[in-house]
């Protein structure tokens, strides 16, 4: 049985860790290699930068970051927000990173996936899909960090994003994300049941029983996870013992 990951995530704006909601009274909270050396020597299995700067001064500042990420940290980083094309995506990796994400331009132009995929190998790309459930149960998939709803379905749309080369699939619940209340477990193993590719928890997490029940409930391959980490909630030693209690197979440092 492969071992399940925890994979704490760092928003990054100006060169900078932040914290808000939706983007908004964003805080600093901490330089983001430090962090990332920091979670690394905790136990975090991975780590995920997201570079929240949508302006062109914001791209190179990343691009500088992610040289710096991957020379001061030594388990494998995956790095998104905004990457649009295959330039873009050739950037973060040359730079160094491991893996790349995509959302929203995966969802406008699914050919991007096929590209990157048929260039680095699917274990290079992972599709972050943001969805919101309807009143009818339906799951739609959203863009532009959930601000845009689309008439794509999530579990069609993952397949495909599977079939065109996607190596890992990141899916958040719009309706859970922010709330701490845990995540949809029901939907969670529904995606895991109908996808070859691992499949990463984010959003929703407040509590080690969350955690603890997408990974096992959910068939969760990865929770991701940032507040609770960043402000000290739990702690990634703490989570991962208690995750073995409950016969959770997790790498312990």
Known sequence: MVAKRIIPCLDVKGGKTVKGIHFENLREVGDPVELGQYYAAQGADELVYLDISATLEGRDTFTRLVERIADGINIPFTVGGGIKSLEDASRMLEAGADKITLNTAAVENPGLIDSLAGKYGRQFVVVAVDARRDDNGIWHVTTHAGSHTTDRELFAWAEEAEDRGAGEIMFTSMNHDGTKSGYPCDTFARLSEELSIPVIASGGAGSIEDIAAVLTEGCADAALA????????????????????????VRVV
């Open 226 to 249: 940032a507040s609770i980490f960043h402000f000290g909630e739990i702690g990634i030693p703490e989570l991962k013992r208690e995750l073995v209690d409950r016969g959770v197979r």
